[in-house]
């Protein structure tokens, strides 16, 4: 692990917020264990082993009851961790896979039959080295005909470089951590405003509520300035939006969440139980389980 950077918690706390009955956590990680995954040569960082026996244990401590585990880049396009983490959850958990414009047919059947249903776009420049798009969009394409979808990770001062690329990709998309807004701009701003309108303009753009402790100045235990963009995309998009952990936190520095306190910050972005079903049960269920 880089020595300047966080292991995850070591004792999550228990929520106080008792999710719903078949809640899925929609965006975690598995991490090597290095010796027997090894991270990817290319890496522009290297995390803490976070091994799918430990995700789980996890996820039972929360209170859900399934994942999505999400292909992260110092695991580059080797997604054989993540396939792993597919096979140990004896069908609790569905993966976002890392893929290249060479991948075989064969390879996305075999990756498709382990619970894979999407792949990631990551275009945060600190992270990866950036894809041409018609690269990208060939891989879309290809994946859009096993119904998969795309996650794209971008962050909100890039987007109108990006608009209409993200517009013309042709399945569904989700974007991860609401396109990482500067919240200490307003909610009603032209920056967080651009990316409303491509989900208003474009019904098949989903997006993650997640990461408040990546996106906060105010920090915990509340997040208060992020919850106005969360609550502002659930409100509106009700049938369109996914929350997860972002377990094991990658890449801070400065602290670490405590999960269980990050679990409580739901019911502050989706305040009603409806909402709160939609967000945590309904919505990845029909992206991740219909098939």
């Known amino acids: 692990m880089d020595p300047d950077w966080l292991p995850f918690h070591p004792q999550p706390s228990r929520p106080l917020f008792r999710v719903p009955p078949g809640s899925v956590d929609a965006h975690c990680h598995v991490f ?51 396939v792993d983490g597919l096979e140990r959850a004896n069908g609790k958990a569905r993966g976002v896979a890392t893929v290249r414009e060479s991948v075989t047919d064969k390879e996305l059947a075999a990756l498709d039959a382990a619970g894979v249903r999407g792949v990631r776009f990551n275009f945060v420049r600190r992270l990866v080295d950036t894809t041409p798009p018609e690269t990208l969009a060939a891989i879309a394409r290809r994946v859009a005909a096993l119904g998969w979808h795309v996650v794209i990770y971008f962050e909100a001062a890039d987007l109108p470089d990006l608009y209409d690329f993200f517009a013309s990709l042709p399945t569904t998309v989700v974007v991860d951590h609401m396109g990482r807004p500067d919240v200490t701009r307003p909610v009603d701003g032209p920056e967080f405003g651009l990316f409303l309108r491509l989900m208003a303009e474009h019904s098949n753009i989903w997006s993650k509520v997640t990461c408040p402790e990546r996106l906060s100045k105010s920090g915990p235990p509340g997040y208060a300035d992020v919850v106005p963009f969360a609550r502002r995309v659930v409100e509106q998009f009700p049938d369109r939006v996914l929350w997860g952990t972002d377990w094991p936190h990658p890449n801070l520095k400065s602290y670490m969440p405590d999960d269980g306190k990050l679990v409580d910050f739901v019911p502050l972005i989706a305040p009603t139980p409806d909402l709160q079903r939609k967000l945590l049960v309904d919505n990845p269920h029909r992206l991740y389980w219909t098939r």
């Open 32 to 82: 090597g264990p290095g010796d027997s995954f090894p991270f990817a040569p290319e890496r522009r960082y290297t995390p803490c082993d976070a091994s799918a026996a430990q995700l789980f244990a996890l996820r039972d401590l929360l209170g859900f009851e399934h994942n999505v585990i999400v292909q992260a880049t110092c695991h580059g396009a080797d997604n054989r961790a993540l």
